[in-house]
């Protein structure tokens, strides 16, 4: 890809820092630091290439680190960090995440409701009070969900329609399966909302060892259908994808899945969309 690129699903973590208990069930190559020169060397960003960073963890001080360290970063172009939605002093929170060191760089505000038992956790009432909050603020939700939540994320964005929502890793299909539904009709009533974009990431993850492009080119293909081109962005989900994939695969997989794009259209997925859902700063040539 030669055209400016905005990776919108970057992490960066440090086991030894803080608990990063949940390493324990992934491959053993995720099981150490990974800085954002660790991703410079995978990903080799141009001098008007960024990234957005996304929480990992539930902890306000991940956030609070993060922020600082993206402070001095040009390549770090927003952060999607995390708060306890249902705290009753969420909006004091969220301001103080913005008055720090770094709060310049808060784009938006994640929670793990992938890992919450119970499916409707985004129709609390907290927790819409708190998602409320964080519309209010300017920032983006990052909707992380796996199929069996979809029906409740449908619903926030319709209750919410002022909000901006940005669809993690096309919601986790099971490609790894071959199973297309409730996925493919869920993610289609979702994609209705016109506040929710979505990210191609995450894919060869869901797909696992030895997956194909053509495997995963028919959920490229429904996410495409279903936003249509100007809501979808591009993702690495580093590095979680180098479990299974280089970074140079990843990127490769997008391209081969989405060739049909026009030039406009493909410059949206590059940067255009995440600059839009994300409201970012533009790069500065040569920073």
Not at 61 to 81: C, P, Q
Not at 178 to 202: D, M, Q
Request: proline residues 6%; glycine residues 8%.
């Amino acid at each position: 890809m030669t055209r400016p690129r905005c990776d919108a699903h970057v992490h960066v973590w440090d086991p030894a820092a803080r608990d990063h208990s949940w390493l324990e069930a992934e491959d053993p190559l995720l099981r150490r630091r990974f800085d954002l020169d660790d991703y410079a060397r995978d990903a080799t960003p141009g001098p008007d290439d960024q990234v957005v960073l996304v929480q990992v963890l539930a902890d306000l001080d991940e956030t609070v680190e993060t922020l600082g360290d993206a402070a001095g970063a040009d390549l770090v172009a927003g952060v999607v960090g995390w708060v306890d939605l249902e705290a009753p002093d969420v909006v004091d929170r969220l301001a103080r995440l913005a008055d720090g060191p770094g709060g310049e760089k808060l784009v938006g505000v994640r929670h793990l409701v992938q890992s919450e038992p119970d499916p409707h956790w985004l129709a609390r009432p907290a927790v819409r009070r708190g998602l409320g909050a964080v519309a209010r603020a300017g920032l983006t939700y990052d909707l992380l969900v796996r199929p069996r939540q979809l029906r409740a994320a449908t619903d926030v964005a319709r209750a919410l329609p002022d909000a901006r929502f940005v669809l993690d890793h096309g919601a986790k299909p099971e490609i790894g399966a071959s199973t297309t539904e409730p996925w493919w009709s869920l993610v289609g009533e979702l994609a209705r909302c016109e506040n929710v974009s979505c990210k191609v990431s995450g894919l060869v993850t869901e797909a696992g060892r030895g997956w194909t492009t053509e495997q995963v080119r028919p959920y490229v293909e429904r996410l495409l259908e279903s936003f249509g081109p100007a809501r979808l962005m591009f993702g690495s989900d580093w590095p979680v994808c180098t479990a299974e994939a280089t970074f140079a695969e990843v990127v490769a997989l997008a391209q081969d899945t989405l060739a049909s794009l026009s030039e406009a259209d493909a410059d949206a997925f590059l940067s255009g969309t995440a600059h839009k859902a994300y409201a970012l700063p533009r790069a500065s040539a040569g920073a």
